[in-house]
């Protein structure tokens, strides 16, 4: 077979540890998983209403429009139904984006570290990858300006950023847009939008219309707790849809996700409810992290980078056996700490409690 070069030392996407796994593997009765940034409070009740009232026609096609999904996304939003575009979660419509743009001879600019599928799919088409660095958690927004050329075609901006959780305030990210040459496209990466609560964050659907070159995604893999449907979309000028409708494959969302995507955005309570739980788990994590001397980032996700100045995937190993999969950061980049996942207050508490049991222990060790 004559492979592209590239993915021939490519790695493919490493999930987190599945939680049947660990049980089997250490022999556990339960089992916490606070490692993919999942909503510990599952979806809204009237999204199973729906799945409910939905199983028949199973040898039916999906809608390849999405009309329903569509039509109540334009309006929560308040954006015209030929600005969405919807994909096979958030990762599918980036897989777009990239095959759509990005060839051998151009190049792609972001952030490191980031979200990882930004680089793997530009590495696919076989284009150059520009990583600039984060400063103190922050995207370097000049520098990433300074890195675009003729042969740029995407800037990705992820914004809360994963792993990190800091966000682009209001003003600079207007002031990097203003910038960004009208032939680049700009990826402004949403996965975490609902749980924002800074004052400065501005709603970055209202700028498709003044910014012909940017795309917003976002997901209901996150707040609407729908992670296993994989639903994702995209909003944008017409134009930039346009051109990218023709490279989604047909039939990309299926029935069942658009049926529970459409009661998920209708309510909005949950949400709402969602967005207050995680902010009082994060206080949870600030209050250890400061207890204990720990470097973290504020978070504006639903999730915590926290410095432990030890290797992470040790930490990982540790309260992995102790029933909580969090997530090592060393392959996000940060080799000695751990991204954590913001449970329910009980999952906190849990987790809270290993850690402080693992910080005694390496005190005692070192006396």
Same mark, same amino acid.
């Given at each position: 077979?004559?492979?592209?070069?590239?993915?021939?030392?490519?790695?493919?996407?490493?999930?987190?540890?599945?939680?049947?796994?660990?049980? &089997?593997?250490?022999?556990?009765?339960?089992?916490?998983?606070?490692?993919?940034?999942?909503?510990?409070?599952?979806?809204?009740?009237?999204?199973?209403?729906?799945?409910?009232?939905?199983?028949?026609?199973?040898?039916?096609?999906?809608?390849?429009?999405?009309?329903?999904? &569509?039509?109540?996304?334009?309006?929560?939003?308040?954006?015209?139904?030929?600005?969405?575009?919807?994909?096979?979660?958030?990762?599918?419509?980036?897989?777009?984006?990239?095959?759509?743009?990005?060839?051998?001879?151009?190049?792609?600019?972001?952030?490191?570290?980031?979200?990882?599928?930004?680089?793997?799919?530009?590495?696919?088409?076989?284009?150059?990858? &520009?990583?600039?660095?984060?400063?103190?958690?922050?995207?370097?927004?000049?520098?990433?300006?300074?890195?675009?050329?003729?042969?740029?075609?995407?800037?990705?901006?992820?914004?809360?950023? #994963?792993?990190?959780?800091?966000?682009?305030?209001?003003?600079?990210?207007?002031?990097?847009?203003?910038?960004?040459?009208?032939?680049?496209?700009?990826?402004?990466?949403?996965?975490?939008?609902?749980?924002?609560?800074?004052?400065?964050?501005?709603?970055?659907?209202?700028?498709?219309?003044?910014?012909?070159?940017?795309?917003?995604?976002?997901?209901?893999?996150?707040?609407?707790?729908?992670?296993?449907?994989?639903?994702?979309?995209?909003?944008?000028?017409?134009?930039?849809?346009?051109?990218?409708?023709?490279? &989604?494959?047909?039939?990309?969302?299926?029935?069942?996700?658009?049926?529970?995507?459409?009661?998920?955005?209708?309510?909005?309570?949950?949400?709402?409810?969602?967005?207050?739980?995680?902010?009082?788990?994060?206080?949870?994590?600030?209050?250890?992290?400061?207890?204990?001397?720990?470097?973290?980032?504020?978070?504006?996700?639903?999730?915590?980078?926290?410095?432990?100045?030890?290797?992470?995937?040790?930490?990982?190993?540790?309260?992995?056996?102790?029933?909580?999969?969090?997530?090592?950061?060393?392959?996000?980049?940060?080799?000695?700490?751990?991204?954590?996942?913001?449970?329910?207050?009980?999952? #906190?508490?849990?987790?809270?409690?290993?850690?402080?049991?693992?910080?005694?222990?390496?005190?005692?060790?070192?006396?």
């Amino acid at each position: 077979m004559q492979w592209k070069e590239q993915i021939l030392t490519l790695s493919p996407y490493q999930p987190g540890k599945s939680t049947d796994s660990v049980k &089997r593997q250490y022999g556990l009765e339960k089992i916490v998983k606070l490692a993919s940034n999942e909503n510990p409070y599952g979806c809204s009740e009237q999204v199973l209403a729906a799945l409910q009232n939905s199983v028949q026609s199973l040898e039916i096609y999906p809608d390849g429009h999405a009309t329903n999904l &569509r039509e109540a996304v334009a309006k929560q939003l308040q954006v015209e139904p030929n600005q969405l575009i919807f994909g096979n979660g958030s990762d599918n419509i980036i897989q777009i984006i990239s095959r759509s743009l990005l060839t051998p001879g151009t190049n792609t600019v972001m952030a490191t570290p980031t979200f990882s599928q930004y680089k793997h799919n530009a590495v696919i088409e076989g284009a150059e990858v &520009r990583e600039i660095p984060l400063v103190n958690g922050e995207h370097d927004l000049a520098s990433m300006l300074a890195a675009i050329d003729t042969q740029t075609k995407i800037v990705w901006v992820c914004s809360p950023n #994963n792993p990190t959780g800091i966000y682009i305030g209001e003003d600079s990210l207007l002031n990097f847009l203003k910038q960004v040459p009208e032939n680049v496209l700009v990826v402004f990466d949403e996965a975490y939008f609902e749980y924002v609560t800074a004052e400065d964050y501005i709603d970055s659907v209202k700028l498709v219309n003044t910014f012909k070159n940017l795309i917003v995604l976002r997901t209901f893999s996150k707040i609407y707790g729908l992670a296993s449907l994989r639903v994702g979309y995209g909003i944008a000028n017409p134009a930039v849809i346009s051109a990218l409708e023709p490279v &989604r494959e047909p039939f990309n969302v299926n029935t069942l996700a658009q049926v529970a995507a459409e009661a998920a955005i209708k309510d909005q309570a949950f949400v709402e409810d969602c967005k207050q739980k995680n902010r009082k788990g994060l206080e949870q994590f600030y209050q250890f992290c400061q207890d204990h001397n720990l470097e973290y980032y504020p978070s504006q996700g639903n999730f915590i980078l926290i410095d432990f100045k030890r290797d992470g995937n040790e930490v990982f190993q540790y309260l992995m056996e102790r029933g909580y999969i969090v997530r090592s950061g060393k392959p996000l980049g940060f080799p000695t700490a751990v991204r954590v996942t913001v449970g329910t207050t009980e999952q #906190n508490d849990g987790v809270i409690a290993e850690m402080k049991q693992m910080l005694e222990v390496k005190a005692t060790s070192n006396k």
